[in-house]
């Protein structure tokens, strides 16, 4: 059996990590377009996941029209 280390195709790098956007978001930050919070106050665990999946959603689709856009003008 032959196992290769990679993927033999597809996969991505994410633009920002989780660990990165929690601790933003929680300083009252706005990492990647997310609402302020007071960082005293905290925010739900529930809130911080949407937030976080909605922006990185927004950054790689971002990321993927800039990337069409290129190899279009080339």
């Known amino acids: 059996m032959d196992l290769q280390p990679k993927p033999a195709r597809g996969g991505f790098l994410r633009p920002f990590g989780c660990g990165w956007f929690i601790r933003e978001y929680l300083m009252g930050n706005k990492p990647g377009g997310s609402p ?37 003008a080339q």
């Open 36 to 72: 302020s919070i007071d960082p005293d106050a905290g925010a739900p665990q529930a809130d911080i996941f949407y937030h976080y999946k909605n922006s990185l959603r927004k950054a790689i689709a971002l990321d993927r029209a800039t990337g069409a856009e290129e190899k279009n």
